[in-house]
């Protein structure tokens, strides 16, 4: 038997635990364990057929989400052409919910695999190896002559008996960001996601979640990202596990949970300030502060004590807070969608999360999409379009806005600039929709723009409006520019230093022992002209770190980052030439 497990990520970074789980526990009942194969969607549809049939498959099995559903079926009916013998399936949240449907539509499959699937893989594949019969197996809808048929659920499975998803060095995803599930279930029922259709939560137990953490620890990967719908619903729980990860903090790893922020205790909260910088991240969803909305999609948000929260978790300066919100949600127009967004912005988050409401099969809102007038698109990922409260004109208005704050919020590379302007100006929607419409009257959406095009637009769009100092916006956006890169020139809105004077200056300051041994500890070695064009030094008319009205030059480490990518920068004081 030669079975193969197929994952067809959204991006190479990307790791997929799901056909991980499914090897790792199928392999001790077989004599030829499945293997896995994992592209992206990336990948030219020929060029993973042919990854396929390399190995030629008798069992194929696809990991099925909405961003891959149309390319798996693209390639589910080309192998069925090179391969009629083959048992092809799916398995995965696109497929679960209305398998007899997708059966009907997809000729080339065989099966369906619903729900959690290692028991019924491991099943599946025993059957096969042995051969026995497997049509009658629970978890699976299958297509059994001219009959589709759904079988009884199959069982919860026992979390302890989850393997650890990757290899003991991690070779198998060595440049992947890694996932880790010590939970399943949600206890909350939120309308638009498929957490709420599972009952009850049900977890792994700690003495396992503590040796899978220690193997992320010992190998010192970069980030681990918790797949658990709402991490802290236990909050003991999750504080056990917090404390465990501060304890035998290798001063690497990052964590990144999804929380209800409502949730955590003062207990947790006062824990919470003494973790390590940038050792733990949060997602926190808000996806709306209109209460008619809320309580359509069955989310009751305390937003008074979220807000409160999320600023006492800010003010602390150790923890990356990443905000949701959802456009195309029942009830809510763009004046209320303006309402949430300047809601939320306020609380500057390090990322701002903006989506559209995607009808996901499964969800209470997929069943109630004519109960509140949403239409979709009938094409994955099935993003609404328009909603009785929000005219297609306006989902465009708001998808000019997710780019612009994708593009100069969340990339982090406007940062300094944005704060300062917004301590100048109010209204932070109708400034991205401004920007918007500006970008789009330009025609910068036609096109890719490198990072410079970006920066000059940045500059001159604000530079044009009211009340805003030109000479100080250059100076914090000069801040900006020189945090994620050495500038190889100046622009024209960027004004240079005397390079001869300046390179002078700093050579000195570099051949200087005590300097290196103050800034740059990890150059001590590197000949002072060679390390001059692996930093940078930058002069500003104002001190941009504290606002203080005196010049000030920062030098600029590239080799040591933040999780957004900004440099080390320090205040230096250079000799005179």
């Known amino acids: 038997m030669n079975a193969l497990l197929l994952a067809l990520?959204?991006?190479?970074?990307?790791?997929?635990?799901?056909?991980?789980?499914?090897?790792?526990?199928?392999?001790?009942?077989?004599?030829?364990?499945p293997q896995i194969l994992e592209l992206t969607i990336n990948n030219r549809l020929d060029f993973v057929l042919d990854e396929i049939f390399r190995r030629s498959p008798d069992i194929l099995l696809f990991s099925t989400y909405i961003w891959n559903v149309t390319m798996v079926r693209s390639?589910?009916?080309?192998?069925?052409k090179l391969r009629p013998d083959a048992i092809i399936g799916a398995g995965g949240p696109e497929v679960t919910y209305e398998s007899e449907s997708f059966l009907q539509q997809n000729p080339a499959f065989d099966l369906v695999i619903r729900g959690e699937g290692e028991e019924t893989v491991r099943q599946l594949l025993t059957a096969v190896e042995t051969g026995t019969s497997w049509t009658q197996l629970p978890g699976l809808t299958v297509r059994d002559g001219g009959d589709i048929r759904s079988n009884p659920p199959q069982k919860p499975l026992d979390l302890g008996a989850l393997p650890f998803p990757y290899a003991p060095d991690f070779s198998d995803a060595p440049e992947q960001i890694k996932y880790y599930e010590s939970s399943r279930g949600c206890p909350f029922h939120c309308q638009y996601c498929l957490s709420s259709v599972e009952k009850g939560v049900r977890t792994v137990p700690l003495d396992k979640v503590f040796a899978d953490l220690k193997l992320f620890l010992n190998a010192s990967v970069r980030q681990v990202k918790f797949v658990d719908r709402t991490f802290n619903c236990d909050s003991h729980r999750a504080l056990k596990i917090w404390r465990f990860l501060r304890d035998h903090d290798n001063g690497v790893t990052n964590f990144h949970f999804e929380i209800t922020a409502e949730l955590l205790n003062r207990e947790t909260l006062d824990f919470l300030r003494t973790?390590?910088?940038?050792?733990?991240?949060?997602?926190?969803?808000?996806?709306?502060t209109n209460p008619q909305t809320l309580a359509a999609i069955h989310r009751q948000n305390d937003w008074p004590r979220l807000r409160a929260i999320v600023e006492e978790i800010r003010s602390f300066g150790n923890i990356h807070q990443h905000l949701d919100l959802i456009a195309g949600l029942p009830h809510e127009d763009c004046d209320s969608f303006h309402r949430?967004?300047?809601?939320?912005?306020?609380l500057m988050p390090q990322q701002l999360q903006l989506g559209f409401l995607k009808i996901l099969k499964g969800s209470g809102l997929f069943y109630?999409?004519?109960?509140?007038?949403?239409?979709?698109?009938?094409?994955?990922?099935?993003?609404?379009?328009?909603?009785p409260d929000l005219p297609y004109r306006d989902t465009l208005l708001l998808k000019a806005v997710e780019e612009m704050v994708e593009l100069f919020y969340n990339s982090g590379r406007f940062f300094h600039a944005l704060r300062w302007l917004f301590s100048q100006i109010d209204d932070p929607f109708s400034f991205y929709q401004a920007l918007g419409n500006c970008y789009q009257a330009?025609?910068?959406?036609?096109?890719?723009?490198?990072?410079?095009?970006?920066?000059?637009?940045?500059?001159?769009?604000?530079?044009?409006?009211?009340?805003?100092?030109?000479?100080?916006?250059?100076?914090?956006?000069?801040?900006?520019?020189?945090?994620?890169q050495r500038p190889k020139r100046h622009p024209g809105w960027f004004p240079g230093p005397d390079a001869a004077s300046l390179r002078q200056r700093c050579l000195l300051f570099l051949e200087q022992t005590k300097n290196r041994e103050a800034f740059l500890?990890?150059?001590?070695?590197?000949?002072?002209?060679?390390?001059?064009?692996?930093?940078?030094?930058?002069?500003?008319?104002?001190d941009v770190l504290t606002g203080q009205d005196c010049p000030v030059v920062l030098l600029f480490d590239y080799r040591h980052r933040d999780l957004l990518g900004n440099a080390r920068v320090s205040p230096v004081l250079l000799p005179e030439a």
């Open 521 to 542: 500890p990890a150059y001590q070695e590197t000949d002072p002209k060679h390390l001059y064009k692996l930093v940078h030094f930058e002069p500003f008319s104002f």
């Open 275 to 288: 973790v390590r910088p940038e050792q733990f991240q949060f997602e926190i969803g808000v996806q709306s």
């Open 340 to 346: 949430s967004f300047n809601a939320v912005y306020s």
């Open 442 to 484: 330009e025609k910068r959406h036609y096109a890719s723009q490198s990072l410079d095009q970006n920066y000059a637009f940045f500059y001159q769009f604000c530079a044009a409006l009211p009340a805003v100092e030109e000479k100080k916006l250059a100076q914090y956006l000069k801040l900006d520019y020189c945090l994620h």
């Open 75 to 80: 390639l589910a009916a080309e192998y069925r």
């Open 368 to 387: 109630d999409q004519q109960k509140y007038g949403l239409i979709c698109r009938d094409y994955p990922p099935f993003e609404v379009l328009t909603t």
């Open 9 to 33: 990520n959204a991006k190479y970074i990307h790791s997929n635990i799901a056909v991980r789980y499914l090897q790792k526990f199928a392999a001790p009942d077989l004599s030829y364990p």
